[in-house]
């Protein structure tokens, strides 16, 4: 019987048991893990994030107002012309008379020069004159003469034309009453009709040397001239070894001293033209495309308001900066002096209603590509792209990415690393 029912039992069916088994927990956590990473991958949010302190930021609230198109500049007050002070003819300083920053009038002496080489120059110069002017003066008196002996030997052959013609004509009227004879007669004609030709030809003689006389005296009297008009030169390079004012102003600097051999051409100096003044200024090149001739430009000192106008504007860029000039529009300050600075708006074009966020140090992080923009509860600030035009000293136009009245971090951005979104505790 026993051994019946061991038989009965082994021919049963073994029933396996229902139920999660513990090899297979394994399986089960890492596909619950691999759905928790796909749920986070797909609705997620991995934007990195930073932790700061809200008191150390600086928020403020975009707004939208007129947006005045001006740019702060600096300039500095010149004369509004300054001429340069060249030597016209070298020479050793003698003497300084007019020291810097004395006021002078046009032709005023400002330093006397010395040049022994160009006094021995005048002297050979006059020695020369006098002696041509010599040389002319006895010339006329042998023309002269010459002259007067062709004058004489003329009278001569006038008298003898007129006596060979008196004889010829009695030998003519004898010879055809026959009391002559026909050879006397030849004779007597011949001796007349050269007579005629002897005087023709001493009066193309005395032509021909008057026209000769004429043109060597005119000869002579054109190089006298020119040597007169040559010491005239020379002596007004002597009266250019004293070196005068051109123009009325103010002698700004003077770079000689005693003794000291200052070729010619050689600038010595300037002087200011104190009659009005200009402000010289440096505009960074960022502007270089909108500044030009006319703009207005103002500034204030002393409480009171001073108009400005763009007079030149220099097309070279150095350091980063191109100059302009600027010239008064109406009053000027008091006590006005050269090397003043002062603080001008340069006004670029007209005020136009705009999307406004004061200045701050982000810019420089950012280039105004982007800006963190505070939540409305304020406990975070979101990267957000934007898009600035225009800037002012105290705003920047926006012109894409921020709605008027949201609020924007606008300190500096340095310690942020470019986090997504900033955490504000």
Not at 110 to 122: E, G, H, K, T
Not at 155 to 166: G, H, M, P, S
Not at 239 to 268: R, T, W, Y
Not at 312 to 319: A, I, L, N, T
Request: hydrophobic residues 35%; negative net charge; glycine residues 8%.
């Amino acid at each position: 019987m026993m051994t019946m029912e061991i038989m009965d039992n082994m021919d049963r069916k073994i029933e396996r048991k229902k139920g999660l088994r513990k090899k297979h927990i394994p399986y089960v956590l890492g596909g619950g893990f691999v759905v928790a990473v796909v749920c986070w991958l797909l609705f997620g949010d991995h934007r990195s994030t930073l932790k700061v302190d809200a008191s150390t930021l600086t928020v403020v609230t975009v707004g939208k107002d007129l947006f005045n198109d001006y740019v702060s500049i600096n300039g500095q007050v010149s004369p509004i012309t300054s001429m340069q002070i060249s030597v016209l003819e070298g020479g050793v300083v003698e003497e300084i008379v007019a020291e810097e920053g004395a006021l002078l009038r046009r032709g005023d002496p400002i330093i006397r020069l010395q040049n022994a080489q160009l006094n021995l120059q005048i002297m050979d110069s006059e020695a020369s004159l006098a002696e041509k002017e010599n040389f002319l003066r006895n010339t006329l008196v042998q023309m002269e003469q010459q002259k007067l002996t062709l004058q004489q030997d003329m009278l001569q052959l006038d008298l003898d034309e007129a006596r060979k013609k008196r004889h010829y004509l009695q030998n003519e009227r004898l010879y055809r009453e026959k009391l002559i004879a026909k050879e006397d007669y030849l004779q007597s004609k011949e001796e007349y009709e050269l007579s005629v030709k002897k005087r023709e030809l001493v009066m193309e003689r005395q032509k021909q040397d008057s026209i000769y006389r004429s043109i060597q005296i005119e000869n002579l009297e054109e190089s006298l001239n020119n040597m007169r008009r040559n010491i005239m030169l020379v002596r007004q390079r002597v009266e250019n070894l004293l070196v005068k004012s051109p123009i009325d102003g103010q002698l700004g600097s003077l770079d000689v001293s005693l003794g000291q051999s200052v070729g010619q051409g050689a600038a010595i100096g300037q002087i200011n033209d104190l009659s009005d003044y200009k402000i010289e200024t440096s505009i960074d090149e960022h502007y270089i495309d909108r500044v030009r001739t006319g703009l207005d430009a103002s500034f204030e000192r002393g409480g009171n308001r001073y108009d400005l106008r763009i007079r030149k504007v220099y097309p070279d860029v150095k350091g980063g900066q191109f100059k302009a000039d600027l010239t008064f529009v109406g009053q000027r300050p008091d006590n006005i002096r050269s090397g003043q600075t002062y603080h001008i708006n340069l006004e670029l074009g007209m005020p136009t209603e705009a999307v406004l966020v004061p200045r701050g140090a982000f810019f420089y992080a950012t280039g105004g590509s982007w800006i963190y923009v505070v939540s409305a509860d304020g406990t975070s600030a979101v990267k957000r792209p934007i898009r600035i035009g225009r800037q002012n000293p105290q705003y920047y136009e926006v012109i894409e990415g921020l709605e008027p009245g949201e609020k924007v971090i606008v300190s500096g951005y340095e310690t942020f690393h470019e986090s997504e979104i900033l955490v504000l505790k």
